[in-house]
């Protein structure tokens, strides 16, 4: 039992959440291999200032804007993906599966047809429709132990089989409800824009500091107030730069509103999987599920609640990628580099492959890694060819340094 008196705990305390001591105890875990999200900062800044040397129309404010909406389907579906990987299993049916979102959209508000409802019902209807076949997966997973390899494989082909059945006969659906084309297409007024940027700002400070309060009153380590500060400062100076520059683009200057909701579904899902104890137990499962089952939680729901989760998420990534074409087609159905593009988004962001380690804002990053690669290389003027060879190095590049740092952490203990 201690011996130390109240005013030295404290002073010991007070020391450890020092920024020196805070600096101090990231370079040791930095060292160990415990890099956080350093590593996709560094390689969005590194594209960022390449692409900007060969063209200035990398850092225009209209190709900002449009970086957010190439961006935003992919991120989406690169969510669910990090709740599959972080169970350590693997969804191969999300680019198909997108597909049939997006034909489901179009279909359900198709005029002429006996089932042209409003926008937000076939939006609703879409994403149902990823939770069934997330639902299907996950049982077959969960229930009877077939590898989630094979049941998405088959679930992707039989998503594909399901558009040719249903585009078949018309080739292409065009979308004609507006608030399913806004979805991609609307943009913010300017004022709209500022206003956003407030409650975002405003949020993001109740929250810190709600949390910072609350830790206070129970006597846990609230951490240093003035890196709190800076945080808020940072994250809300983010918001009020990126509405800056999107209020600049011509000719329609505005913050696109699907940034709004990739941020939105982003934020949500980092609340989901760190503040909530269905969180807890998707790293729990990822980390070890046989300990995990036996601690009394059900491995077999987890897993089915997340391929749910996959699957609603590929049908809204979907949704977003048809809405910004307005309409669907074979041709952009969930085909092309769709599926590479989001587990890749995932892994780039720094989620694990072996399971139990990654954020959902690793799906943000690496998309926006893959964002900006698609439209750099566009813009310079390269072809596809190294779109996907660079692509794959980067890929291969974050798989490396996930593997040697998860041996770096055994071996330190971590």
């Known amino acids: 039992m ?31 291999g415990d890099v956080g999200s350093l590593p996709v900062i560094i390689g969005i800044i590194a594209i960022a200032l390449f692409f900007n040397s060969k063209t200035s129309l990398f850092f ?63 939006l609703g209807l879409a994403i149902l429709t990823g939770l069934v076949i997330g639902l299907i997966q996950g049982s077959i997973i969960a229930f009877i132990g077939v590898p989630s390899f094979v049941v998405t494989l088959a679930g992707l082909l039989v998503s594909q089989g399901l558009i040719l059945q249903i585009l078949g006969t018309q080739g292409v659906i065009g979308i004609q409800n507006v608030q399913i084309n806004d979805i991609s297409n609307y943009v913010l007024s300017k004022n709209t824009g500022w206003i ?16 910072y309060v ?74 070890n599920a046989e300990a995990t089952r036996r601690a009394g939680i059900n491995v077999k729901l987890i897993r089915i609640l997340v391929f749910m989760i996959s699957g609603a998420m590929a049908a809204m990534g979907g949704v977003i990628l048809a809405s910004r074409l307005n309409g669907i087609s074979l041709e952009s159905a969930g ?8 587990i890749s988004a995932a892994v780039i962001g720094g989620v694990s492959l072996f399971g139990g380690r990654g954020r959902v804002s690793g799906a943000l990053f690496g998309g926006l890694i ?35 740092l998860r041996r770096r952490q055994a071996a330190a203990g971590r």
């Open 2 to 32: 201690s011996s130390a008196a109240p005013a030295e705990v404290q002073a010991a305390v007070e020391d450890q959440d020092s920024v020196v001591a805070i600096l101090r105890a990231r370079w040791v875990a930095i060292r160990s």
């Open 60 to 122: 225009s404010a209209v190709n900002f804007q449009n970086l957010i909406g190439q961006m935003a389907g992919v991120t989406v579906i690169a969510i669910g993906v990090v709740f599959v990987l972080l169970i350590g299993e693997i969804d191969l049916s999300i680019g198909f599966v997108s597909g049939l979102g997006g034909v489901a959209v179009a279909y359900f508000q198709q005029a002429g047809t006996g089932h042209q409802y409003p926008g937000l019902v076939a």
């Open 214 to 287: 609350s830790r206070l009153r129970a006597g846990l380590p609230t951490g240093n107030l003035f890196l709190v500060v800076v945080r808020v400062a940072f994250f809300g100076g983010v918001a009020f730069a990126a509405v800056y520059v999107c209020n600049r683009a011509k000719p329609r200057p505005g913050l696109p509103l699907v940034g709004l909701i990739v941020v939105f579904l982003v934020v949500l899902g980092g609340y989901v999987a760190s503040r909530t104890t269905f969180g807890r137990h998707v790293y729990a499962v990822g980390g």
């Open 335 to 342: 085909g092309g580099t769709i599926l590479l593009d989001s």
């Open 370 to 404: 893959i964002g900006m690669v698609a439209n750099g290389i566009d813009l310079v003027g390269y072809s596809d060819a190294i779109k996907f060879i660079t692509t794959g190095v980067i890929l291969l590049a974050a798989v490396t340094l996930d593997t040697v």
């Open 196 to 211: 956003v940027a407030i409650i975002l700002t405003v949020a993001l400070a109740a929250a810190a500091f709600g949390s």
